[in-house]
């Protein structure tokens, strides 16, 4: 089991930056890629790829629509990973969602589709206003 817990959403205004955290917990991190997704107002079944880190290697990959704009990164000391946010638009307004998946093989392979993922937190909200 791998427990996720999101903070650092709010309310803040185009242009604007913004820090999200996900504390982890549980089992070895070292064999997981911790990603974040976005779920946008009016789409409730679709949780969309935003970035995702490898535990063990800190190699990243990110959307083509938040690149440049969002850093992906984490603590090991800490067990946590953040997703800093800057130039925010508001169409970046969303439930921002932190997710494990297991990766056993060593291999640094991404997976971008959230049924792929096992574990997810409890999602924090961000509101980019205009």
């Known amino acids: 089991q791998v427990q996720l817990v999101e903070s650092g959403g709010g309310l803040v205004q185009a242009g604007d930056s913004l820090r999200l955290s996900c504390a982890a917990s549980?089992?070895?991190?070292?064999?997981?890629?911790i990603g974040w997704f976005r779920q946008a107002p009016g789409k409730e079944r679709e949780r969309e790829f935003v970035?995702?880190?490898?535990?063990?290697?800190?190699?990243?990959v990110s959307a083509d629509s938040v690149k440049g704009r969002f850093t992906i990164s984490r603590d090991n000391a800490k067990n946590t990973v953040y997703l800093q946010m800057n130039s925010l638009k508001v169409e970046d307004t969303a439930v921002y969602y932190c997710?494990?998946?297991?990766?056993?093989?060593?291999?640094?392979?991404?997976?971008?589709?959230?049924?792929?993922?096992?574990?997810w937190g409890q999602g924090t909200q961000v509101t980019v206003s205009s």
């Open positions: 549980g089992r070895t991190l070292s064999t997981y890629n």
């Open positions: 970035s995702a880190i490898n535990w063990a290697r800190g190699s990243s």
């Open positions: 997710a494990a998946d297991y990766t056993p093989s060593g291999a640094v392979v991404f997976r971008r589709a959230a049924t792929s993922y096992d574990y």
